[in-house]
């Protein structure tokens, strides 16, 4: 029995060391961009653990560099805060319209949308990459934050998520409302929406994500200095900032630091989201 015991034991160590080690090879390259973001620029990719610190980066990032001002960074990060939070928010509201409908109005064809939704789901997105770029040109939206919302404003996914968290809402639910006089836009905004607070954490986080970190587009419609994303920034200062690998690192982490704060603030509603998803 207690060779049984020790067995189990040794096998719950061995489970436990190995998820250890594969944590810590996939989290650690996030750790080392942070830990050199803090190093001492004398430390920055000298070791794999710089050994001294200091915010000199950071400082550096923020009091602008060479220009002298806290452009470009600044400037790019609110942009992508802008760009992002817009195109999300449109995401969710279109999403939550849409997939309503097609969950619980009755109207001809709605079953040829929602096979379009689905079919569309698993069409390569940048075949339409030049058409929509003609399109931003031809309106005269080039070079501007519309050019980076209202393409992305609308989000299959997030449709098609919301379709089936609606459709397992019992219908009594909406039945009762329209008894008591209930418009459309009142059982979705005051009963669907409360209903769906979970699934909407999963699908606003992943949505934020997913635009936060677009890099393609937002190089293609965008010209001036002013209008740049982090992302494009970024990818834009690895030649003239290769010299400053610190402030590079310390970009980065800024970053990716908003998605990490959501992450944690909406944790519990997160796992709650992601439990109904593999129901």
């Not at 000199?56 to 942009?79: A, V």
């Not at 939550?96 to 789901?121: E, P, Q, S, T």
């Not at 209008?227 to 990818?235: A, C, P, Q, Y």
Request: hydrophobic residues 55%.
């Amino acid at each position: 029995m207690v060779g049984s015991n020790d067995k189990n034991k040794l096998s719950l160590t061995i489970r436990y060391s190995v998820a250890t080690l594969l944590l810590l090879v996939m989290v650690f390259p996030y750790l080392y961009m942070v830990l050199n973001s803090f190093a001492d620029w004398s430390q920055v990719d000298r070791q794999l653990i710089p050994s001294s610190y200091s915010l000199k980066s950071y400082s550096w990032l923020f009091s602008g560099g060479e220009t002298g001002t806290p452009r470009p960074w600044l400037n790019s990060f609110f942009n992508s805060v802008i760009v992002s939070v817009g195109s999300t928010v449109l995401m969710m509201v279109f999403g939550i319209m849409v997939a309503y409908a097609l969950a619980k109005i009755k109207f001809r064809g709605r079953d040829a949308v929602n096979n379009f939704v689905l079919f569309h789901m698993f069409f390569p997105a940048i075949i339409l990459l030049i058409p929509n770029f003609l399109v931003i040109q031809k309106v005269g939206l080039y070079d501007t934050y519309w050019a980076m919302i209202i393409p992305k404003a609308m989000s299959l996914w997030a449709i098609f998520m919301y379709t089936n968290f609606f459709k397992a809402v019992p219908t009594t639910f909406i039945e009762a409302a329209k008894i008591d006089g209930a418009t459309e836009f009142q059982i979705l905004y005051k009963i669907m929406v409360p209903m769906s607070k979970s699934i909407t954490t999963v699908i606003f986080l992943f949505l934020l994500m997913e635009r936060w970190t677009e890099l393609l587009w937002d190089m293609i419609v965008v010209r001036s200095d002013e209008m740049l994303t982090l992302n494009v920034l970024l990818s834009q200062m690895f030649g003239p900032y290769a010299g400053y690998p610190g402030p590079m690192y310390a970009a980065s982490v800024l970053l990716t630091l908003p998605i990490i704060i959501l992450f944690i603030i909406f944790g519990k509603r997160f796992k709650e989201g992601m439990q109904f998803n593999l129901k």
